[in-house]
């Protein structure tokens, strides 16, 4: 719920959404997502669960606007609530049938945000945006109900589905009253309870109720609720914010509070009024009990009449061990240092059994180092009775350790009555008579950040897959209970349930799909939709179709021009056999001459070894000599900053297990460079290298893949500069320069090694830069928000907007524990200014700047552009890499 325009995100992306329709299409029946419009992901979360619950969706997808409505609307009800149900109608036959992996619900939710206008809050109230869509989507299935059912009394679907009815029985200044109330979303407070059964007994009881059960009338008020009728879709809302009087403003509620994910309502229900009645009472009588055993065992586990408590057995035991030490007399200079004075003799020092003599030599050693520390010259070096007889302890050892078994066994005695008593509690409604109305649970909403800035999304439970899905914007992913429990139990970061939805576990048509009536199959996608409906949805899937289409065209006449170009660029090659970079053109500096030094060696030991002197028979035996070296390369255990694959393809390509038609067309293709024409030898060698080229044909090599194989290669350098530069940057603490460089190096490398182990470089190493220089800026960000000064204030949200925010879901995509650690710590660590007094103009940049950290649900593919890469020869680029992996330490 976004209410003022401080809030969209106006700053300028350095993501974007990936323009490929392919990334954005939905796969098989996986759910469909909603796209974050700007701060929408409330909407999210209570739409995916509402329109999970397959009644609900029927509902909505079947209804028809009532016939007779006026053109122009006559009524607010009529200019609002009708065009709503027609949005939410289009938008949940997209969720139903759609091609795309999520839709865009902008137009309900523009709907939704104008009745919100009037609102001065900036991030309003979920739940009073839940009462606001049930109140709108009642309103529109009455005025329904009310044209098809002319002179009856209109049956209101919405009403049936989410509304019950309660009875509140109580006294109100002496006197007894009876009240049925509807009610809709159940409110219940969190503070001060451990889980959802105690937030219910506590909110179905008010004041003092010991006047109703009694015949005497008596100036007490309470009263009891007791449910009469519950809704099959039985909602409870946890109220996690208070208002904060001192501070003057609302703070969320972090207590841990638990709940069943099957619930059982009859000890609430009116018809069990008696029974429950007495089981409480019953639990009451229990608890005292309990509380006079806690205060018991508190007495033993917290002894002593001090500021300082301790465990009663642990105090015994300590006085056992000061009763059984020996006194031990040493100089306290002896105690600091037990060497001899210099000059000193082992007769100076000082003597334990001689008390006269011990002490002279104390008060020597005290009164020269220390003259204002005059201690006791018998001072025991650790505690221990001075005076204590060997019957004396004999009697306090037994004694005391009688006494400590005493006390260890009245404390186990009392655990295990307080453990049976929870246990007795726990069970009170534990028969079969009080488990008749069974409620399963359908949704939980969770809230994460703080009262007035945070994220939402939704836990729902998949009944056919038997599994929890979580809903996050775009992002639909199968999930489990122990992660809802994480994010929804409280406690735990600062995220938390703030609305549970349950529904009636005997009626099974909630969640039922609609079967067809001729076939008898369960109808699914745009099979389950009405007429007007599946033209919809066909129409906006046929603009998806040919969106792909389009792309797909576009990416062909790419191809063919890059093949073009490609074509062109092999006549240019052929005609000059120029070769790319990296086999080692000259360069001004001459860096390099070591590749053409290689090829004479190798020459040149062929020369040595081979007895046939033709240029042909040298050039084979060299490039097998050749070969033999760099399949060594290949197969070394080498450290990480001793990469061998920058310094020659060759030792890429093998390691890659490159087709060996790849490796000998590379391999001819450097001995035919002609920077080897000095001598007559390796001009001969280079003539015979250029000839065997000239005369391979396209079906023994196939062109593309060699070009596949070389742009691999390039692709791998340019990784290796990326993360090169952006370590170096690091190590320097240019941390802003250096986040662009390790963002895309760790992006590329993800790419390379997808295709394979060896295709680039270590992971691990690379995420835990990326993610040290996000942890980086968002420290100096933070100590600049902390400065109060406006241009430093400035500057650090611009820092946090413009590079740290659009970057953290690229730590979330893939879920790794190191990278979900520095998330929250990057969010705990703005959400905690939120307790703190500041000035409000800071405030306000907070609180604008909140829901853009927590909210990084957009679906990110690339940066528009990379940085500039620097160039680099094969042996700048080797040496380079050396150093700066040595100066990282790997890591």
């Known amino acids: 719920a976004e209410?003022?325009?401080?809030?969209?995100?106006?700053?300028?992306?350095?993501?974007?959404?990936?323009?490929?329709?392919?990334?954005?299409?939905?796969?098989?029946?996986?759910?469909?997502?909603?796209?974050?419009v700007g701060n929408t992901c409330w909407f999210s979360a209570v739409i995916q669960s509402l329109f999970n619950l397959l009644e609900f969706q029927r509902l909505v997808l079947n209804y028809s606007p009532p016939a007779r409505v006026h053109d122009p609307p006559h009524t607010q009800k009529e200019h609002r609530n009708l065009p709503f149900m027609?949005?939410?109608?289009?938008?949940?036959?997209?969720?139903?049938?759609?091609?795309?992996?999520?839709?865009?619900?902008?137009?309900?939710?523009?709907?939704?945000?104008?009745?919100?206008?009037?609102?001065?809050?900036?991030?309003?109230?979920?739940s009073e945006f839940t009462h606001k869509l049930l109140d709108w989507l009642e309103d529109a299935f009455q005025m329904k109900a009310e044209e098809d059912r002319e002179g009856e009394k209109p049956k209101n679907p919405m009403v049936e589905l989410f509304y019950g009815r309660f009875l509140a029985v109580g006294v109100l200044e002496g006197k007894k009253f009876e009240n049925t109330e509807m009610f809709g979303q159940y409110p219940l407070q969190v503070n001060g309870f451990k889980d959802l059964h105690e937030c219910l007994e506590a909110a179905m009881i008010e004041g003092e109720i010991e006047s109703l059960h009694s015949a005497e009338n008596s100036a007490r008020s309470g009263?009891?609720?007791?449910f009469t009728e519950l809704p099959p879709v039985l909602t409870f809302e946890l109220s996690r914010f208070e208002f904060n009087q001192a501070l003057g403003r609302p703070e969320k509620i972090h207590n841990k509070l638990e709940f069943p994910s099957m619930l059982y309502m009859d000890r609430y229900m009116d018809r069990n009024r008696e029974v429950t009645r007495i089981k409480r009472e019953e639990i009451r009588r229990v608890k005292e009990?309990?509380?006079?055993?806690?205060?018991?065992l508190e007495r033993y586990l917290s002894y002593g009449s001090g500021p300082k408590r301790f465990p009663l057995a642990d105090v015994l035991q300590y006085a056992m061990e000061f009763a059984s030490s020996k006194p031990v007399c040493t100089s306290p200079v002896e105690d600091i240092d037990s060497s001899a004075p210099p000059g000193g003799t082992k007769g100076q020092q000082l003597d334990r059994f001689n008390p006269g003599r011990a002490s002279e030599q104390q008060r020597v050693a005290i009164h020269k180092p220390f003259t204002q520390s005059r201690l006791p010259p018998d001072l025991p070096m650790h505690p221990a009775p001075?005076?204590?007889?060997?019957?004396?302890?004999?009697?306090?050892?037994?004694?005391?350790?009688?006494?400590?078994?005493?006390?260890?066994?009245?404390t186990r005695d009392l655990q295990g009555s307080i453990n049976r008593i929870h246990r007795t509690i726990e069970l009170m409604y534990s028969d079969k008579s009080m488990m008749q109305v069974p409620y399963r649970l359908h949704a939980v909403l969770v809230h994460e950040g703080q009262a007035n800035a945070g994220h939402y999304w939704a836990y729902i439970y998949d009944p056919h897959q038997r599994c929890w899905m979580k809903y996050n914007d775009?992002?639909?992913?199968?999930?489990?209970?122990?992660?809802?429990?994480?994010?929804?139990?409280?406690?735990?970061?600062n995220a938390s349930a703030y609305c549970l939805m349950y529904i009636n576990d005997k009626k099974p048509f909630l969640i039922e799909e609609e079967f067809d009536k001729e076939t008898g199959q369960i109808l699914s996608g745009i099979d389950k939709l009405p007429p007007d409906l599946k033209q919809y949805v066909r129409e906006d899937n046929e603009l998806f179709d040919k969106e792909v289409e389009e792309w797909d065209s576009l990416q062909v006449r790419k191809a063919q021009q890059e093949k073009l170009v490609l074509a062109a660029a092999a006549a240019a090659a052929a005609s000059t056999q120029q070769e790319p970079e990296y086999m080692e053109q000259p360069s001004p500096t001459?860096?390099?001459?070591?590749?053409?030094?290689?090829?004479?060696?190798?020459?040149?030991?062929?020369?040595?070894?081979?007895?046939?002197?033709?240029?042909?028979?040298?050039?084979?035996?060299?490039?097998?000599?050749?070969?033999?070296?760099?399949?060594?390369?290949?197969?070394?255990?080498?450290?990480p900053e001793k990469d061998y694959r920058l310094q020659h393809i060759v030792v890429y390509f093998i390691q890659n297990q490159a087709p060996k038609k790849i490796l000998e067309r590379t391999l001819l293709t450097q001995f035919a460079d002609r920077n080897l024409a000095f001598d007559e030898r390796c001009k001969s060698i280079m003539n015979v290298a250029r000839a065997k080229l000239d005369l391979i044909k396209p079906e023994e090599v196939n062109m593309d893949e060699y070009e596949m194989w070389h742009q691999a290669y390039r692709n791998f350098r340019d990784t290796t500069i990326f993360m090169m530069t952006g370590l170096d940057l690091f190590q320097k603490t240019n941390y802003m320069e250096a986040l662009m460089f390790l963002i895309y190096s760790y992006q590329y490398n993800k790419e390379l090694l997808s295709k394979g182990r060896y295709r680039g470089h270590d992971e691990e190493l690379l995420g835990h830069y990326r993610r040290q220089c996000l942890l980086k800026l968002n420290e100096q960000a933070a100590a600049m928000f902390e400065s109060g000064e406006e241009p430093e204030v400035s500057t650090g949200l611009g820092l946090m907007n413009e590079l740290v925010v659009p970057c953290i879901p690229l730590l979330l995509v893939h879920d790794t524990e190191r990278d979900l650690l520095a998330v929250e710590d990057m969010r705990n660590r703005w959400c905690s200014y939120l307790g703190q007094e500041?000035?409000?103009?800071?405030?306000?940049?907070?609180?604008?700047?909140?829901?853009?950290?927590?909210?990084c649900s957009a679906e990110i593919k690339s940066f528009h552009d990379p940085p500039k890469l620097p160039s680099y020869s094969t042996l700048e680029l080797s040496e380079r890499f050396v150093r700066v992996m040595a100066a990282v330490g790997g890591r």
């Not at 091609?99 to 945000?113: G, H, N, T």
Request: proline share 4%.
């Open 838 to 855: 500041m000035e409000p103009n800071l405030q306000e940049k907070l609180t604008d700047f909140l829901p853009k950290l927590l909210d």
């Open 86 to 126: 027609r949005e939410l109608r289009n938008l949940f036959s997209l969720m139903v049938g759609s091609k795309r992996k999520y839709v865009d619900p902008s137009r309900a939710v523009e709907i939704l945000k104008d009745a919100f206008k009037s609102s001065e809050s900036q991030q309003q109230d979920v």
């Open 474 to 493: 775009i992002s639909v992913t199968k999930s489990s209970w122990e992660e809802l429990v994480r994010d929804s139990f409280g406690g735990y970061r």
């Open 590 to 639: 001459n860096d390099s001459k070591h590749l053409q030094e290689d090829t004479e060696r190798a020459i040149s030991r062929a020369a040595a070894e081979q007895e046939e002197r033709s240029p042909e028979a040298l050039l084979t035996a060299a490039i097998k000599l050749e070969y033999a070296r760099l399949l060594r390369f290949a197969q070394e255990d080498t450290p």
């Open 223 to 226: 009263q009891e609720h007791w």
């Open 3 to 36: 209410n003022k325009a401080s809030l969209k995100r106006t700053h300028t992306e350095v993501w974007s959404d990936s323009p490929n329709p392919h990334d954005r299409k939905r796969i098989d029946t996986c759910p469909v997502g909603l796209k974050n």
């Open 289 to 296: 009990h309990l509380t006079l055993l806690q205060q018991r």
């Open 386 to 410: 001075r005076h204590i007889t060997d019957e004396e302890l004999r009697v306090l050892e037994v004694c005391l350790h009688r006494w400590r078994s005493e006390v260890e066994n009245d």
